[in-house]
């Protein structure tokens, strides 16, 4: 369950940085901000005790709604 609500408006005005940042929704859920600009949306998870991530592709390809 999320514990954070992003916004759309918070995915459009987020900034890169010199380093890539996340943007976290909860649940794993968070978007990823590169230094060049390029927003993914990922999922962090474990299997086994050890950590693991999955991409879900670029925002705004793949929208918050989706």
Same mark, same amino acid.
């Given at each position: 369950?999320?514990?954070?609500?992003? !916004?759309?408006?918070?995915?459009?005005?987020?900034?890169?940085?010199? #380093? *890539?940042?996340? =943007?976290f929704? /909860?649940?794993?859920?968070?978007?990823?901000?590169?230094?060049?600009? !390029?927003?993914?949306?990922?999922?962090?998870?474990?299997?086994?005790? #050890? *950590?693991?991530? =999955?991409?879900? /592709?670029?925002?705004?390809?793949?929208?918050?709604?989706?």
């Amino acid at each position: 369950m999320p514990t954070n609500t992003l !916004s759309d408006s918070k995915c459009k005005s987020a900034k890169p940085t010199d #380093k *890539p940042f996340k =943007i976290f929704d /909860g649940g794993g859920l968070h978007l990823w901000v590169s230094p060049k600009g !390029s927003k993914v949306w990922r999922m962090a998870y474990r299997i086994i005790g #050890k *950590p693991q991530t =999955i991409s879900f /592709g670029r925002y705004p390809d793949v929208s918050l709604a989706d």
